[in-house]
């Protein structure tokens, strides 16, 4: 194992090299690093980057371009990683009906990802229906749902009531975020959590799943 090689990926996820992410990956791999070790110098990468985020250093281009960049090191990666690695749990994540901005939701599933969460990404514009489906398909325990505009935020109260209406409810929590969202108007919609930003969901997330 190079701890150089592994500590350059994850230099180059916090610099944001993402011309420079893939070779980087692959070479780690090549020297004999295993995928595993890859993946958590990837995930360290993203650590720095959600703080310095936190600390108003890095910006939402920022955090979209590291995004990029991991899901590049990701797919070179998948290959290699042990399908028996243990997942945190499985969430799924969607942009609300009528809604087609999804680059916080990208964000946000992958930093989801690099903490060790299945994603179950259905993209944006997705009606009630079709996540409610999802939760029962992947035995799912958290629903995220982003919504950026204000017309569209009234569409996380319809995700909650199909999932009272199918009986699964109970068994997911629902996080959300977007622009017009606080924790206050989430709850009123249904939902359990508001997140203010992706690393912030992350948490959430985690905290979820060290209560169940």
Do not use: W
């Not at 996820?13 to 070479?27: K, T």
């Not at 939701?105 to 009630?128: E, Q, Y």
């Amino acid at each position: 194992m190079s701890e150089v090689d592994l500590e350059n990926v994850k230099h180059l996820i916090v610099e944001l090299e993402i011309d420079d992410i893939g070779p980087a990956v692959q070479a780690a791999l090549d020297n004999g690093n295993e995928a595993e070790d890859v993946l958590k110098a990837l995930s360290d990468g993203m650590t720095v980057v959600g703080k310095k985020y936190e600390e108003k250093e890095y910006y939402l281009p920022e955090l979209v371009l590291a995004g990029e960049c991991m899901n590049t090191g990701l797919e070179i990666l998948k290959p290699h990683l042990k399908a028996d690695r243990e997942s945190k749990g499985t969430i799924v994540i969607s942009t609300v009906k009528g809604d087609l901005h999804d680059i916080g939701k990208n964000v946000a599933a992958t930093l989801l990802t690099s903490a060790g969460f299945n994603i179950i990404d259905l993209g944006k514009d997705n009606d009630p229906e079709k996540i409610v489906q999802a939760v029962i398909d992947n035995n799912a325990d958290i629903v995220a749902l982003s919504s950026l505009l204000t017309m569209t935020v009234t569409e996380i109260e319809n995700v909650d009531k199909a999932l009272k209406e199918a009986g699964l409810r109970d068994k997911v929590k629902i996080i959300c975020g977007g622009a017009p969202l606080n924790q206050e108007l989430a709850e009123k919609l249904g939902a359990d959590y508001n997140c203010d930003d992706a690393p912030a969901g992350v948490e959430v997330a985690m905290k979820i799943m060290a209560e169940k």
